[in-house]
């Protein structure tokens, strides 16, 4: 699958507030209006530290227990990238990617049906979701970050995969399953 160019529909990029002063900065991750927009309530905020080439995902809960999430890169830069698995979009299986950087403020909205996975470009990068539904270990998917059907361009060669991402199916051989929306 090629890479789809620009953000698959679904997805946004949404800029925060940030407030400066002498002290520093205050940043506006979201507020109330966000949240109705979006009909969402936040249930659960993760936080993830990797060092550069960590590569984390491509992880979707499925059923009952999917997702929406909001992701902030908090220190540093990653390559974020979302897979559609919403079997009836023309993108299924298509990725689009957006790097986030922690000093530009910008979080990446991936609504359920959408894989995610992201990879640090720098050392010592912290990552926050705001995640709709609590961690489930049963629904809990995974594709392997390096499935040559999708055919992510990962921005690092050296890369340090866990060994639960790096021994998941492909796309492909999980096409069958009923765990796509």
């Not at 979701?129 to 049963?138: A, C, G, Q």
């Amino acid at each position: 699958m090629p890479k789809y160019e620009g953000l698959i529909n679904g997805i946004v990029a949404k800029k925060g507030k940030i407030f400066f002063d002498d002290r520093g900065y205050f940043y506006e991750k979201y507020n109330k209006q966000f949240l109705i927009d979006n009909n969402v309530n936040f249930v659960q905020e993760n936080i993830s530290k990797s060092f550069k080439g960590t590569i984390r995902g491509l992880h979707w809960q499925a059923n009952s227990k999917a997702q929406d999430k909001l992701v902030t890169c908090i220190n540093g830069e990653i390559f974020d990238v979302v897979v559609d698995l919403r079997k009836n979009s023309k993108t299924f299986g298509m990725y689009s990617s957006q790097i986030l950087k922690s000093d530009e403020n910008l979080s990446l909205w991936i609504p359920k049906g959408f894989a995610h996975g992201f990879q640090a470009l720098t050392n010592d990068c912290v990552i926050s979701y705001s995640v709709s539904r609590e961690f489930s270990k049963e629904e809990s998917k995974t594709i392997n970050p390096l499935c040559s059907n999708i055919g992510i361009k990962w921005p690092i060669k050296e890369k340090s995969i866990s060994k639960n991402d790096a021994n998941a199916l492909s796309l492909t051989d999980q096409l069958d399953l009923e765990i796509f929306f």
